[in-house]
T-cell receptor, first 114, second 111 residues
Framework: DADVTQTPRNRITKTGKRIMLECSQT?????MYWYRQDPGLGLRLIYY???????NKGEISDGYSVSRQAQAKFSLSLESAIPNQTALYFC?????????????FGPGTRLTVL | QKEVEQDPGPLSVPEGAIVSLNCTYS??????FMWYRQYSRKGPELLMY????GNKEDGRFTAQVDKSSKYISLFIRDSQPSDSATYLC???????????FGEGTQLTVNP
């Protein structure tokens, strides 16, 4: 089984709809991240959480919110989706700070907002 | 201006070629450097990690860091079709802090 799973894998929705993307991990990591990936812009950090009670904004948090329901679960919400939120979304996890900070990524969710 | 610049390609080479992938960065606070590989329809996975200036070798892959020039490279020797993927550079200012990614270079190795 995959260590980092994301649901759904693909989603098409309409402008103004509320959308939730879910992420679960079995790696036992405290740190979790949400990124979006766009052609020409690479991976950009939306939100991150270093433990269950910690939530931090990334570089592009406007229009998004997150919830850390448990150590293993981190969900991303779009309260009112707009077309420029069409992108590939990745969840990632990492162990506490140490040499390397390797992040482990899920398979991604392809979101299309019409 | 982006903190990390990476030529997006696409780059197409014949099997067996030496591939050079590069990133430049503007912030001298970056101290830790990584290369991630992303296959189509998959999430990125860590390929190489380096800290100090100089070279680090792992099989057919060599990561090079030149902090004085703010320039990092990934070399792939004897490239294989299975190396076809997008390669993203990433860097952080302190260990365990947020990663800043380049936009990725799409590489195709033709048999």
């Amino acid at each position: 089984d995959a260590d980092v799973t994301q649901t759904p894998r693909n989603r098409i929705t309409k402008t103004g709809k509320r959308i939730m993307l879910e992420c679960s991990q079995t790696k036992g990591h405290d740190r979790m991240y949400w990124y979006r990936q766009d052609p020409g812009l690479g991976l950009r950090l939306i939100y991150y959480s270093f433990d269950v009670k910690d939530i931090n904004k990334g570089e592009i948090s406007d229009g998004y919110s997150v919830s850390r329901q448990a150590q293993a679960k981190f969900s991303l919400s779009l309260e009112s989706a707009i077309p420029n939120q069409t992108a590939l979304y990745f969840c990632a996890t990492s162990a506490p700070a140490g040499l390397g900070n390797e992040q482990f990524f899920g398979p991604g969710t392809r979101l299309t907002v019409l | 201006q982006k903190e990390v610049e990476q030529d997006p390609g696409p780059l197409s080479v014949p099997e067996g070629a030496i591939v050079s992938l590069n990133c430049t960065y503007s912030n001298s606070a970056f101290q830790y450097f990584m290369w991630y590989r992303q296959y189509s329809r998959k999430g990125p996975e860590l390929l190489m990690y380096t800290y100090s200036s100089g070279n680090k070798e792992d099989g057919r892959f060599t990561a090079q860091v030149d902090k004085s020039s703010k320039y990092i490279s990934l070399f792939i020797r004897d490239s294989q079709p299975s190396d076809s993927a997008t390669y993203l550079c990433a860097m952080e200012k302190t260990s365990g802090s947020r990663l800043t990614f380049g936009e990725g270079t799409q590489l195709t190795v033709n048999p």
